[in-house]
Every structure is written in structure tokens, then in C-alpha cells.
């Protein structure tokens, strides 16, 4: 087994977005992935948000039956849908949406769904976003990134605080860049 990685970018992120986050808020994960470890190739951040800010709603979606399962044993409080996020619209504002490990358009209709949001009006206060690309190198996943940072700015969002770093975990896309972008 692997040893947890300490660079794992559940913890920097959620380290980035908590002063952005009020507790109560209410936080749409796109494609959040599998929630614990070791598979890490999700995120831990309803842990660690709520660790931080107490009393969060958090709301993980994605495409894959066997990835919500698990959240739901892992994360039980938290609410869990398999849906296609390029799909999903939902009912409600949420106060937050994330989107960690962005997926190429060409791949997956995920990032559709911040655009949804925007048209019907149900804008998230801060959003997370998150990419990766081979290191030193560019990537459909960062074009993807950039093309829904962009759709923001144009509505008047503000990047509020960005960066990258160097995943150590085992994977393909180890370079990664984030953006918090709040609503003006």
C-alpha cells in the first residue's frame, strides 16, 4: 500500500478555499470522485471542510455507480448522485461548486454543467476549479480549465487566488493549477 501522500491536494485545496467558505454553506462537487483513501483519486475535502467550518451540505455527483457507493459508506451525512454532470442541473443555489481534475471536452460533458448553473441562474458564490497536465507540459484537461475559468470572468467572477503544484501521488497528470474565482 502507499503511504499517504502529504502532498495530496485535498489538503492545499482545502486549505485555499476555507477562508472563501462560510459554514452552512452548501457545496456542489463535480465529478467528486471516490471519497476516502487509498484510492485518492477523488478528494477528502467533505472531511476536511468540515473539520474546518463545521456544519457544511455538501454534494458530491458523478457518472460512476461504484464511485457514489463508496462515498455514500465513507460520507454517509453528505448527499451523493450518479448523474452526468453535463446534465445536471439542479434545483437549488449552491454556495460553492468544485471541480477537481478537470476533464478534456473532447472526453467528458462535466464542464457543461457551469454554464447550466449561469443560465439558470443558480451561480455559485466561489467556485474551485482544478487541472493537471504531464509534467512540463500543456494539456487538453488546463485548455478545458481556462475555457470555464473564462465563462466565469465573462459573468463577473473574479479570480480571487490561484496557483499550482506538483502532485506526488501516482499519476498521469502530476503538474496541477487551481483557481478560486468568487462572484463580484
Same mark, same amino acid.
Given at each position: 500500500?502507499?503511504?499517504?501522500?502529504?502532498?495530496?491536494?485535498?489538503?492545499?485545496?482545502? @486549505?485555499?478555499?476555507?477562508?472563501?467558505?462560510?459554514?452552512?454553506?452548501?457545496?456542489?462537487?463535480?465529478?467528486?470522485? =471516490?471519497?476516502?483513501?487509498?484510492?485518492?483519486?477523488?478528494?477528502?475535502?467533505?472531511?476536511?471542510?468540515? @473539520?474546518?467550518?463545521?456544519?457544511?451540505?455538501?454534494?458530491? *455527483?458523478?457518472?460512476?455507480?461504484?464511485?457514489?457507493?463508496?462515498? &455514500? +459508506? #465513507?460520507?454517509?451525512?453528505?448527499?451523493?448522485?450518479?448523474?452526468?454532470?453535463?446534465?445536471?442541473?439542479?434545483?437549488?443555489?449552491? @454556495?460553492?461548486?468544485?471541480?477537481?481534475?478537470?476533464? %478534456?471536452?473532447?472526453?467528458?460533458?462535466?464542464?457543461?454543467?457551469?454554464?447550466?448553473?449561469?443560465?439558470?441562474?443558480?451561480?455559485? %458564490?466561489?467556485?474551485?476549479?482544478?487541472?493537471?497536465?504531464?509534467?512540463? +507540459?500543456?494539456?487538453?484537461?488546463?485548455?478545458?480549465?481556462?475555457?470555464?475559468?473564462?465563462? =466565469?470572468?465573462?459573468?463577473?467572477?473574479?479570480?480571487?487566488?490561484?496557483?499550482? =503544484?506538483?502532485? #506526488? =501521488? &501516482?499519476?498521469?497528470?502530476?503538474? %496541477?493549477?487551481?483557481? *478560486?474565482?468568487?462572484?463580484?
Amino acid at each position: 500500500m502507499i503511504d499517504y501522500d502529504k502532498s495530496n491536494r485535498s489538503i492545499l485545496l482545502a @486549505d485555499a478555499v476555507a477562508p472563501h467558505l462560510r459554514a452552512g454553506d452548501s457545496i456542489l462537487d463535480v465529478g467528486c470522485g =471516490y471519497a476516502a483513501y487509498p484510492k485518492f483519486q477523488g478528494t477528502t475535502l467533505p472531511r476536511l471542510l468540515r @473539520d474546518t467550518l463545521g456544519d457544511i451540505h455538501y454534494h458530491g *455527483i458523478d457518472n460512476r455507480t461504484d464511485v457514489i457507493a463508496e462515498c &455514500r +459508506k #465513507t460520507y454517509p451525512e453528505d448527499e451523493w448522485t450518479v448523474t452526468d454532470a453535463g446534465l445536471f442541473v439542479p434545483g437549488k443555489k449552491y @454556495d460553492a461548486v468544485f471541480h477537481l481534475g478537470f476533464d %478534456r471536452k473532447d472526453l467528458s460533458d462535466a464542464w457543461k454543467v457551469h454554464g447550466n448553473l449561469l443560465r439558470a441562474g443558480l451561480g455559485p %458564490r466561489v467556485v474551485l476549479l482544478e487541472a493537471g497536465s504531464p509534467a512540463g +507540459k500543456s494539456s487538453r484537461h488546463l485548455e478545458s480549465f481556462r475555457e470555464v475559468q473564462a465563462v =466565469y470572468c465573462e459573468r463577473g467572477y473574479d479570480v480571487v487566488c490561484s496557483g499550482s =503544484y506538483f502532485w #506526488t =501521488y &501516482r499519476v498521469t497528470q502530476p503538474a %496541477r493549477q487551481w483557481a *478560486i474565482l468568487e462572484a463580484a
